[in-house]
């Protein structure tokens, strides 16, 4: 009996030594996943990366680019668009490009829902990367949040010295709304219209570039030109911040391109060297244009191609090889150049620091072109079953409806904006300077 007993204790106790790793398993397939602290870091500090691209660095980028008159006006319409932009981002903007309840059927193409200030988002939830790993959801959310913020500071270039504070502070908020969140959500998000085609933009392509420069075509059309131009001489009054506002906005970049990689790895590492090479080969490519037209290579030149360069790598940084981007950066910023010099003055649009010009027509050649780069032929990543031609078509319907939803948008807010606020100065506050009228003060005694 005693015997038995044993038997049927060891039987029991041999089964519960089996059962331990299974159960084992099953909780530790229960566990909800843990953000790399690696990873976290890595995006944590390319987000502080972009922040810099924002303020200091296009604040002094485009103030320098201005009449000392407008300075001020510059710098605190980039920085009241992107504090703005931050705000309603924790608002409804993060839901709308990536919240966790899309809308079904047509509507979920275009917009997600869910988590309105952020309702759903704790410290322990994660958000996915490209491959197994995740990272803190608010780390996430805080990344994209400096990318709506810079678009919308982007924009705002073209109308600098005579749209006034109010209006662009009107318009940021529905533009963000109606143009640039669902347009993230289209291209950036599992469901959406041009993620589901296929189309590669690793770091905004479309969402920022082709985006801002277009919508900021717009809204100049809407305000009319400066008074005095094109007649009336408007030089940059201090290319040595202008400069400045390129370093920062150059260093900043690496936590933008090689920071949409979510992950601190190779690919990023690919981003890292295509943004170094293709920036290069876009300022010497514009320096080029400039002695081909028979003008000197100029400072302010370096600048323009600096960001053509720029622009053009933003969605191809991971889908290139170092070839490819050199090639594609070289390329957007000649064309660059021929938009902003040739192009604008035979139709007389006044973008004033080349927003479209750079922007738009560099993020045009760089999201097209990089369904040609992405190609294993050129050193791309593309598999062997890569087709380029099909995935060039793609990238262009992702251009076309990024440019039509971006162009009718933008119209939308400008309308609704001159009927609330205005959207010029009076002309004795555009001859005064934006500086003294629309903030009381001025950047230099």
Known sequence: MIRKALGGLAASATALLLAVPALAQEVAEAAPPVANPGNNAWMMTSTILVLLMILPGLALFYGGLTRSKNMLSTMTQVGGAAALAMLIWVGWGYSLAFGPAAPEGLL???????????????????????????????????????????????VLGATVERFKFSAAMLFTAIWLTIVYFPIAHMVWAGGGLIFEWGALDFA????????????????????????????????????????????????????FNAGSELEADGIAGLAMINTFVATAAGAFSWLAMEKFAGHKASALGFCS???????????????????????????????????????????????????????????????????????????????????????????????????????????????????????????????????????????YN
């Open 204 to 255: 905004g392509g479309t969402v920022v570039h082709i985006n801002a420069g277009v919508s900021a075509l717009v809204l100049a059309s809407f305000l009319g030109k400066r008074k005095g131009y094109p007649a009336e001489p408007m030089p940059p009054h201090s290319l040595t911040l202008t400069m400045v506002g390129t370093g920062l906005l150059w260093v900043g970049w690496f936590g």
């Open 305 to 443: 191609g600096v960001i053509a360069g720029l622009v053009a790598v933003t969605p191809a940084a991971g889908n290139s090889g170092p070839l490819g981007a050199i090639v594609l950066g070289a390329l957007a910023s000649a064309i660059a150049y021929f938009a902003v010099a040739k192009l604008k003055p035979k139709l007389g649009y006044d973008d004033a620091l080349d927003v479209f010009g750079i922007h738009g027509i560099a993020g045009i050649v760089g999201a097209i072109g990089t369904g040609a780069v992405y190609s294993p032929a050129l050193g791309g990543p593309g598999g062997d079953d890569f087709v380029m031609s099909a995935q060039v078509i793609t990238q262009i319907k992702a251009v076309l409806v990024s440019i039509v939803w971006a162009g009718a948008g933008s119209a939308i807010a400008a309308v609704i904006v001159k009927a609330v606020t205005g959207l010029r100065v009076d002309p004795e506050g555009e001859f005064d300077g934006l500086d003294i009228s629309d903030h009381g003060e001025r950047a």
């Open 108 to 154: 979920g193409k275009f917009i997600s829902g869910g988590s309105y200030f952020l309702s759903s988002v704790t410290p322990d939830t994660t958000a996915a990367t490209f491959s197994e790993e995740v990272i803190s959801e608010y780390v996430f959310v805080c990344f994209q949040m400096t990318f709506a913020a810079i678009t919308a500071a982007l």
